[in-house]
């Protein structure tokens, strides 16, 4: 009995003594995440001089059914707009067009009563087949029967050199070009008259499976130069372009040629191609402060407006994720119906399609439409299935960001993954994790703490004004105690701006 008492205190000493140079171990890797610095790139470079900002900070998730370099194009027969995808509108929005109703694309469907002045338009012409109403009466959709043929309404678009900018605002809110905008903080529509202090673009994407955005540019740099043009018109301030700094980034020569924007390189893990994150780096933002924020695709629909004299909403998506029957890109409109573009993949149970990408992203069932502002499709398997003890000897590979996984010793491994979370929600403690993987001057779990308790002060002095959902994603990602962190902020930024 003695001999077995010696030799399961000794076993104890062995974890502990594991377990200890393990934390050891984690430690280093945190203080060796802490250091962001900034370098220049030069000529010899193969790109203009500017400034580089190297982010230690964040984690790459590396899955498998990444898109190929294969293109199709799929014109869906029915389109909608979705008025949940905007944060500050009415549940129950105005509609303009009654049932059976024709419109062209650029026609306005719907105006938020609160904003009468803006309009929201149809991404494709064709015959209004009516709305889809959720919980309380409120709109979920605000569906188009599509023509075969796409008709465009002439915009009549304002000269850019001899126009004010309240012509080119009332232009934009009266012909669909304001949603293209969103203003932080709170990322929400721009205010209808406070101009931003600054406009901000990311071309580049890090989040897991988010494919190449030289392929969804298409070709349209043209339109992307427009579209600077007419960001100027609004601002003040200047215009910043983030991107990819990375080593092996495949920079297109046109993207570097753009004239009008200030240039900022980022290199490092996700979450640096979030325009959140490069905002932090490169001016962050006050409070008081107001700067609106615009996609690349979303940049190419403004700059259409004036190039074309239309409301060009065609997107250039791509399909991923491990459940994806043939992973590529599309050639679509906004607002398309999946079910009509990976119908195999509503047709199984077992399957989730995710308008996004798997941090950040809606699942797609009755609403089986392209959210307004999503430039991907993940479908992954459901994660139904109960794994007994797989917290403690888990049955296969998974990204994690614990070092008790071996993950750290297969940087490049890609994992088959599905929805299951491995866990459940528990006490809010303090561990530390979110720090690893927010590039961001600030300390997350006391960020959140303050949210929770909704102390206007905390959350203003830790950096409320400069976050929104997809930000705080990995953090959610990592979290032990499974706490809904994308939830929670988006609670605290409708507290803060509708009750501070």
């Known amino acids: 009995m003695v001999t077995i008492g010696l030799l399961l205190i000794l076993i104890v000493l062995i974890i502990g003594a594991v377990a200890v140079a393990s934390s050891n171990v984690i430690q280093i ?20 001089s500017r400034q580089v900002h190297q982010l230690k900070k964040g ?5 498998k059914g990444a898109s190929k370099n294969k293109f199709t194009e799929v014109h869906t027969s029915r389109y909608a707009l979705q008025p949940f995808n905007f944060h500050n509108i009415a549940p129950i929005p105005k509609v303009v067009v009654e049932d059976g109703g024709e419109v062209l694309a650029g026609d306005p469907l719907f105006y938020d009563k609160q904003h009468p002045d803006v309009f929201f338009v149809s991404p494709v012409s064709g015959e209004m ?3 889809v109403r ?3 009466r409120a709109v979920n959709q605000v569906i188009v029967l599509a023509d075969r043929e796409i008709k465009y309404k002439k915009l009549n678009s304002p000269d850019l050199k001899s126009s004010d900018r309240l012509t080119i605002r009332e232009f934009l809110k009266k012909n669909g070009g ?9 990322n929400i529509l721009p205010d209808n008259e406070g101009d931003p202090r600054d406009i901000f673009i990311s071309t580049f994407d890090t989040a897991p499976l988010a494919g190449a955005m030289s392929a969804k540019i298409d070709g349209r740099y043209e339109a992307i130069q427009k579209g600077v043009e007419v ?3 609004l601002t003040d301030g200047k215009v910043y372009m983030g991107i990819d700094g990375r080593k092996d980034a495949e920079l297109p020569r046109e993207l570097t040629e753009i004239n009008g924007v200030e240039y900022h390189a980022f290199d490092g893990p996700h979450p640096c191609g979030n325009v959140g994150v490069q905002i932090h780096h490169i001016d962050y933002i006050k409070k008081g402060d107001i700067v ?3 996609g690349v695709q979303e940049l190419i629909t403004l700059g259409n407006m004036f190039l074309l004299d ?7 998506i791509n399909i991923s994720g491990n459940a994806a029957h043939d992973p590529h890109y599309v050639k679509t409109y906004l607002g398309a119906d999946l079910s009509e573009i990976v119908p195999e993949s509503f047709d199984d149970p077992g399957i989730r399609v995710i308008s996004g990408h798997v941090l950040h992203g809606n699942k797609k069932g009755e609403n089986p439409f392209l959210d307004f502002y999503t430039q991907q499709v993940t479908i992954i398997p459901e994660g139904d299935q109960y794994e007994m003890f797989g917290w403690l000897v888990p049955q296969s590979m998974r990204p994690s960001a614990s070092h008790t996984y071996p993950n750290f010793l297969f940087k490049d491994m890609k994992y088959n993954v599905d929805t299951n979370k491995h866990g459940e929600k528990r006490a809010f403690v303090m561990t530390g994790q979110y720090e690893e993987v927010l590039p961001v001057d600030t300390y997350p779990q006391q960020f959140f703490k303050g949210i929770v308790t909704q102390d206007i002060d905390r959350m203003e002095g830790l950096g409320i004004y400069e976050l929104v959902e997809e930000d705080v994603a990995l953090c959610e990602f990592v979290c032990t105690s499974k706490q809904p962190l994308q939830r929670i902020l988006r609670e605290g930024l409708d507290y803060m701006q509708y009750e501070a």
Request: hydrophobic share 40%; glycine share 6%; charged share 25%.
């Open 29 to 48: 890797a945190v203080q060796s995440k802490q250091t962001n610095y900034h370098k220049d790139y030069s000529e010899e470079d193969g790109l203009p």
């Open 59 to 63: 984690m790459d998730i590396l899955l």
């Open 129 to 131: 087949a009516g709305i």
């Open 134 to 136: 959720g919980a309380k």
């Open 178 to 186: 304001w949603p293209l905008f969103r203003q932080r903080p709170f």
């Open 231 to 233: 960001l100027h018109k």
């Open 292 to 294: 609106w924020t615009i």
């Open 310 to 316: 239309i409301y060009d909403a065609q997107r250039v």
